[in-house]
């Protein structure tokens, strides 16, 4: 049987912890929220730092496609960072596509990390064209992506796959490429 005094403790008790709780979970939301910004960020900055070659953009087009292929790891996050910026005097469009099949013609590609198991058939569904493959998947760059992203220590890191960017026609900027890891 339960008194008003256990009840109003058990309560208080719950609401302890509750309340020791929730900075943690406010932290890991805003560290979670700033992780999104920084990949953002830095495919924005990736993008900058890369050169096309001329047949990469149709004459009429006046857009830059930055594709995301998989679930969305931004959450809006990157519409919102590339809202009104430019790549090569090119507004930036945000395209999203759920699977390889979906794949249109985005300049950047990123390849979320739900596709892990289908990064050889999104390559493949790519291969004759210009695109420069970013991915948050496990060894990405032996498997072909141009640029992985991924997470250590708490921080963005990079490795970049320079033949395979290069065998597209792209050139990374050497800002880019001392700021990263090379692959091979």
Same mark, same amino acid.
């Given at each position: 049987m339960f008194t008003t005094s256990s009840i109003l403790r058990r309560i208080g008790s719950g609401l302890a912890v509750a !309340? =020791? !709780?929730?900075?943690?979970?406010?932290? !890991?939301?805003?560290? @979670?929220? +700033?992780?999104?910004?920084? +990949? %953002? @960020? =830095? !495919?924005? &900055?990736? %993008?900058? /730092?890369? *050169?096309?070659?001329?047949?990469?953009?149709?004459p009429?087009?006046?857009? #830059?496609? /930055?594709? @995301? @292929?998989?679930?969305?790891? #931004?959450?809006g996050i990157l519409e919102a960072t590339v809202d009104k910026e430019t790549v090569r005097g090119r507004k930036i469009v945000v395209e999203h596509y759920r699977t390889?099949? *979906?794949?249109?013609?985005? &300049? $950047? =590609? #990123?390849?979320?990390?739900? *596709?892990?198991?289908s990064l050889g058939l999104i $390559? +493949?569904?790519?291969? *004759?064209?210009p695109i420069l493959t970013v991915a948050d998947v496990e060894r990405a760059e032996q498997r072909g992506v141009m640029v992985h992203l991924y997470w250590d220590d708490n921080r963005a890191k990079m490795i970049i796959n320079q033949p395979a960017a290069a065998s597209k026609g792209l050139v990374i900027s050497p800002r880019l490429l001392a700021v990263a890891q090379k692959y091979p």
């Open positions: !309340l =020791l !709780l929730f900075p943690v979970s406010v932290s !890991l939301r805003a560290q @979670v929220a +700033r992780d999104k910004a920084i +990949r %953002a @960020v =830095l !495919l924005f &900055h990736i %993008a900058q /730092l890369t *050169e096309w070659p001329t047949n990469a953009f149709d009429d087009q006046e857009s #830059f496609v /930055l594709g @995301v @292929v998989g679930e969305d790891p #931004f959450g390889a099949a *979906e794949i249109q013609n985005p &300049h $950047l =590609l #990123f390849i979320s990390p739900s *596709e892990s198991r $390559l +493949r569904r790519i291969e *004759e064209r």
